[in-house]
């Protein structure tokens, strides 16, 4: 079973997907003026596939996706995207810049810490892949997200197991 949450945070869209075991998925990585700039696996292993038609081949294989990697998969806009799970399922986050000619920059935080974010030059969203976490004294549970706008700060505390993107354009 493949379940998918697309949530628009103005700037980009994130989406979060469960591919259950032994599930292979097929798409073209540009449909309707958005694509996937960047994934990144929560959960799982991934075996990708990328070509400029339907058709595979072993040449169009790429090394499996590791759990707790963030990939630039920019360079499949336009191409064809198979993604195949093995006896386990995956679950995942993709990153779709809105306009898609803008850049997005994400760091990708982890388990338990304190950090103090500082908007200087532009908006950053910190979004909550497993969560929850606490910014400002507010919750944020998983799927969720948070703006800290230009010349404002904030402060982010995690507790173990949770991950947290911080998105900058």
């Not at 292979?24 to 990328?50: K, P, Q, R």
């Not at 898609?100 to 760091?107: A, G, H």
């Not at 532009?122 to 976490?133: A, D, E, N």
Request: proline residues 4%; contains cysteine.
């Amino acid at each position: 079973m493949i379940s998918h949450t697309a949530i628009n945070a103005r700037s980009f869209i994130y989406c979060i997907v469960y591919q259950g075991p032994n599930e292979t998925t097929t798409y073209f990585n540009d449909n309707n003026g958005y694509y996937h700039s960047a994934l990144y696996l929560i959960e799982g292993t991934l075996d990708v596939a990328i070509s400029d038609t339907e058709v595979f081949t072993e040449e169009s294989q790429l090394p499996p996706a590791q759990e707790g990697v963030l990939y630039d998969i920019s360079h499949t806009r336009g191409k064809y995207v198979l993604a195949k799970t093995q006896s386990s399922g995956a679950a995942m986050v993709t990153f779709n810049p809105v306009p898609t000619s803008r850049n997005l920059n994400i760091e990708i935080l982890k388990d338990k810490q304190t950090v103090d974010i500082n908007a200087t030059k532009s908006k950053i969203t910190i979004v909550c892949l497993t969560g929850p976490v606490d910014v400002n004294g507010k919750t944020l549970k998983s799927t969720q997200h948070a703006v800290v706008y230009e010349n404002k700060s904030a402060t982010l505390t995690m507790e173990d197991n949770t991950i947290c993107a911080l998105v900058t354009e």
